[in-house]
């Protein structure tokens, strides 16, 4: 078995994968992390989906321990500024969506307009987010919604294989340095050499295929199979193996960021449990609550903004919290690699591709492109048939997760300025422009979205389409032969339910600083 591998980079993506491979193979397999001692991380990835639970059970860690040591706090949404004008919010919450007589409550909402909110009238995450409140009590209890975060049936289950079941209410916030240093500890605690070096030369035999690195001080390093957490820079699969990059620019120009750690007192500010995106003149500026600071960050296209302005209004948003912190300028490659594993080289996170991180998508593609090469990890003869399926896998969820984003600037409203104006006009991936004519007339559904997997059911459209704004959507037909009762006892449910929530959760704070 190719039972040796080595991992070039550390980071969020280098450390996920040294760890899961040591939970999942133990000591049958041996794995080198190398990793440079001069090399910054990007550190635009500190919000993730709420499947990343799923990698901390696997690896046997709990919240307790694991969050306080990343300041880490929950993520029940999204929460979407000044996309549809200035003012304007909503959210895209982690929460199932309820149906009526065979139509999802939003469909109802199109037709009977409870209120100008449809994510506060089919969801109760708006409210308790709109309070600052934690989705657990203060013994730890999960909301008594229908999450069972326990069930048989949802153990030992991959991320796609999660596609369609019951939506957990909450993802997490980190320090992703602080992140990857604690899985550092757990990997090297379970035999993993770590090697600090720069890499200086990538060895190629006679095929092509890498035979082993060589370190300015530690020598030649071999292995099996080489794994390529270097980040954009792609050292071993773009530049060593030369594998073509696809650029998504043509149809996601934000190819830029400037991100600041602000130290806050977040007990007196509050921790609204949610990833803001406040939309701007030439892109959007994220806010993550942490436990000691805010992380936020302007993304932005070269092409409308100079470096200069975009620092400016950062700093400018977050106001004289942010006068003496330090501004990290980041240069994006957005697209991915044609192939992400190439001969004996794989390519996990910025290696393999990226796009900006409105939904936060980038530790989402680190921990599907783990599991998928757990689940197709090369056998002794190198069958092609794993490689093939694992690329298929990595190409569908990025091409699928590039649609999605694309949409939410086809459907925001705002249009005052140039940047908000090309972004109607810009091409869209192949079948976009068809599924939203569908979409106007009745909303997404399993068969009308991207038809592979990539991480975003279909409610998910339905919460980007009814909260931009810039696209008319009408109810379906058939609703207006159906009973109206029983969606407005389900709004009136779902009424009552936030009311009770509210006055029972604690402050997200409160139930972070136990932690501490």
């Not at 070096?197 to 530690?218: M, P, Q, Y």
Request: proline letters at 5%; glycine letters at 8%.
């Amino acid at each position: 078995m190719p039972n040796n591998v080595v991992i070039v980079g550390g980071g969020t993506a280098g450390w996920m994968t040294a760890s899961y491979f040591k939970a999942a193979f133990g000591d049958r397999i041996d794995i080198t992390l190398v990793e440079s001692g001069n090399v910054s991380t990007v550190g635009v990835g500190e919000a993730t989906f709420s499947d990343i639970r799923h990698f901390f059970e696997f690896l046997g860690l709990k919240e307790r321990d694991w969050m306080p040591a990343c300041n880490a706090t929950y993520k029940l949404a999204v929460r979407f500024e000044n996309w549809r004008e200035k003012g304007h919010y909503f959210y895209h919450p982690f929460e199932q969506i309820r149906s009526v007589n065979g139509f999802p409550l939003t469909d109802w909402w199109l037709q009977e307009r409870p209120s100008d909110r449809f994510d506060k009238d089919c969801f109760v995450m708006a409210s308790v987010i709109d309070a600052g409140l934690s989705p657990r009590h203060m013994d730890g209890s999960l909301i008594d919604q229908p999450f069972d975060e326990n069930a048989d049936e949802m153990q030992g289950l991959t991320m796609s294989e999660h596609q369609g079941k019951t939506q957990f209410p909450y993802a997490y916030q980190f320090e992703a340095s602080l992140l990857a240093e604690y899985l550092a500890k757990y990997a090297t605690d379970r035999g993993v050499k770590r090697v600090i070096d720069d890499v200086r030369h990538v060895d190629l035999d006679e095929r092509g295929w890498i035979s082993g690195l060589r370190t300015a001080e530690h020598g030649d390093i071999t292995g099996d199979l080489y794994i390529d957490c270097t980040g954009f820079r792609g050292v071993l699969l773009n530049k060593a193996l030369q594998e073509p990059f696809i650029s998504y620019q043509d149809m996601l120009p934000n190819d830029s960021a400037v991100a600041l750690q602000v130290p806050m007192d977040m007990e007196r500010r509050g921790i609204l449990p949610c990833t803001t995106a406040t939309a701007q003149e030439a892109g959007w500026i994220w806010t993550i609550p942490l436990m000691g600071r805010v992380g936020t960050g302007y993304v932005y296209a070269k092409d409308y903004l100079s470096p200069e302005e975009a620092e400016r209004t950062l700093r400018e948003f977050v106001g004289p919290a942010a006068q003496d912190a330090p501004a990290n300028h980041i240069r994006m490659r957005i697209g991915r690699s044609r192939n992400s594993w190439v001969n004996n080289c794989v390519a996990i996170g910025l290696s393999s591709g990226f796009v900006e991180p409105l939904e936060s998508t980038g530790i989402f593609f680190i921990h599907h492109a783990i599991e998928q090469l757990a689940k197709n990890f090369p056998d002794p003869g190198w069958d092609p048939t794993h490689r093939d399926r694992y690329n298929k896998a990595v190409a569908h969820v990025m091409d699928g997760v590039r649609e999605f984003l694309v949409l939410h600037y086809v459907a925001a409203k705002r249009s005052d300025t140039e940047y908000w104006r090309d972004a109607k006009k810009r091409v869209m991936p192949d079948g976009l422009a068809e599924r939203i004519e569908l979409w106007k007339t009745q909303l997404p559904d399993s068969e009308t979205v991207f038809p592979y997997y990539h991480g975003l059911p279909p409610y998910s459209y339905m919460c980007i389409l009814l909260g931009m704004g810039g696209i008319e959507m009408r109810p379906s037909p058939a609703l207006r032969l159906a009973d109206t009762q029983a969606a407005h006892r389900e709004f009136e449910a779902i009424r009552k339910k936030t009311e009770q929530l509210t006055k029972s959760l604690p402050k997200a704070y409160d139930y972070f600083a136990q932690y501490h």
